[in-house]
């Protein structure tokens, strides 16, 4: 729902980035980092825990594997430990781990092409995955719990289906609440490129998802 | 294999998501968009997560203290060695200083002199050969004969590597024709 907000935000026109030359974008981000760079290891704890679901999140999106996901997860925290004495606290400390977790995703799904692996969350039992808790969170009748749960699986299947690239911009925009310019600086593409792919990418889900049968309603949406 | 139990072809999200990207507003199709992303189910990560990060970490700092534990004995053995010949230099400074008498350094460079003759007196009969052969050589030099062979000799080998090279080039592009 954080995501859905800072979206929400975005689109109706937030998407300035602080210029360059302020002090810090993240100053609690950048406190924790200089500690961690002189060997605190609470403060290097803190960091993890803090951004731990963000980089995991987007890394199991990108690569479709638990396990795999975790280990190049684990190693993008490695690589922020050794590069932290070069941290630039100008950068966002969850931006900075985000391409650090960008690199070491795309050169795994370089050497590994993991592009058309299926989506693995592990033993998935009915009443028990991902897909059916979100379904009974809320008070939906029956019918409409296993309409979201189908939109949840079909999504999910698309969104995999779709180019390493398109994935990417999609989810650090709209599953991270990401804005253009930090998108720009974490895949370093140009600015323009980042919005077109964004369109592009969400033009491809949709026709991924009419082919998986979704078409609008009839009537008037409500 | 697609769920046939339910009319899964609408969604309000999905069709409010669609009908923004028709109406070609970006922010609008944005946050639509954004509001249906919200559908996918949570990728959380595994407990445990944090410790085994920390784990790793704390692995790779005691094989970065291993790797440079060599090092730093060696700076301490090199320090104690220095040490060591500091506490010695009072007793070496007498003899040091010793040394440095000319009487000492003349007679030293004397024997090397010497030392230095009597090797060449060594080396007397390979110079003597080497001047014989060196003899023989302009005496064959000065002999007209001799340097008419020797120019001879040069011009028919000369010749003969001519020929050679251009036997050579004759077959090498013959068989570039043919390949």
């Known amino acids: 729902m954080e995501a859905v907000a800072a979206m929400t935000a975005l689109a109706l026109g937030g998407d300035e980035r602080p210029a360059e030359g302020t002090p810090a974008a993240d100053p609690e981000g950048a406190r924790l980092a200089v500690e961690a760079a002189g060997g605190s290891a609470e403060a290097f704890r803190a960091i993890v825990e803090r951004h731990q679901q963000t980089v995991y999140r987007l890394v199991l999106r990108m690569v479709r594997d638990a396990a795999l996901a975790e280990d190049i997860a684990q190693e993008t925290f490695l690589k922020a430990y050794r590069a932290l004495p070069g941290y630039d606290p100008r950068w966002k400390l969850s931006s900075w781990l985000l391409k650090i977790a960008h690199n070491a995703t795309i050169d795994h799904l370089r050497r590994q092409r993991l592009d058309t692996t299926p989506l693995d969350f592990g033993p998935e039992s009915e009443g028990t995955s991902p897909i059916d808790r979100i379904a009974d969170t809320s008070v939906l009748g029956a019918e409409q719990q296993m309409r979201g749960k189908a939109l949840a699986r079909d999504l999910q299947a698309a969104l995999g289906a779709l180019d390493a690239p398109y994935r990417e911009l999609l989810l650090l925009r709209f599953q991270e609440g990401m804005a253009y310019q930090d998108i720009a600086e974490v895949t370093g593409l140009p600015l323009g490129t980042v919005k077109v792919r964004l369109h592009r990418g969400r033009k491809r889900l949709a026709e991924l998802m009419a082919a998986r049968g979704w078409a609008p309603e009839t009537g008037p949406p409500g | ?179």
């Open chain 2, 1 to 179: 294999m697609p769920d046939t139990r339910i009319d899964r072809r609408t969604d309000p999200r999905f069709s409010r998501w669609l009908a923004a990207e028709a109406g070609g507003e970006e922010a609008a199709a944005e946050a639509a968009f954004a509001r249906l992303f919200a559908a996918l189910p949570p990728a959380a990560a595994p407990a445990g997560f944090a410790d085994r990060v920390m784990a790793r970490v704390a692995a790779e700092q005691a094989s970065l203290v291993r790797a440079t534990w060599p090092l730093e004995r060696a700076a301490l053995w090199l320090l104690a060695a220095c040490a060591a010949a500091l506490s010695f230099l009072p007793s070496w400074l007498p003899s040091l200083w010793d040394r440095l008498d000319p009487a000492t350094w003349a007679a030293g460079l004397a024997t090397l002199l010497v030392r230095v003759a009597h090797a060449v007196a060594t080396l007397a009969p390979l110079w003597e050969a080497l001047s014989r052969v060196a003899r023989w050589t302009a005496l064959a030099a000065g002999s007209p004969q001799v340097v008419a062979a020797v120019a001879l000799c040069a011009l028919l080998a000369a010749t003969a590597g001519r020929l050679l090279l251009g036997l050579l080039d004759e077959r090498s592009s013959g068989h570039a024709q043919v390949g």
